[in-house]
């Protein structure tokens, strides 16, 4: 299974962003047998547009082949273009790591 995570850096120890269509970087990342077998960071270049961020930024990682997607807030638009690929959303805020942790454990809040 991969995943992404908007985050504010390129790595494992960065802080979950704020918000997921102007985050600076997300992170893909494929898990297999609850362990995480490889990890990939993305640039977000979606931050900069003035409209349709959220679109752009889902479409994004929807063509990361993911099937979840962790982040803090995500609005309306971004939502419905994941959800539209199939992708689940949940909420999380902090480290990356720990978050990652309990999406692993099964822990994580899914937005619905």
Not at 48 to 63: D, P
Not at 76 to 91: G, H, M, S, T
């Amino acid at each position: 299974m991969k995943i992404a995570i908007s985050c504010d850096g390129k790595n494992l120890n960065s802080k979950i962003s704020e918000v997921f269509a102007r985050c600076p970087y997300f992170l893909i990342i494929k898990i297999e047998d609850k362990e995480v077998k490889e990890v990939k960071e993305i640039e977000n270049k979606s931050d900069v547009q003035t409209t349709g961020a959220g679109i752009s930024a889902a479409q994004l990682v929807a063509e990361q082949n993911i099937k979840a997607v962790i982040t803090k807030n995500i609005g309306p638009r971004a939502f419905d273009v994941l959800k539209q690929f199939n992708i689940e959303v949940y909420f999380d805020e902090g480290n990356v790591k720990e978050s990652l942790q309990r999406f692993i454990q099964g822990k994580a809040k899914k937005i619905t």
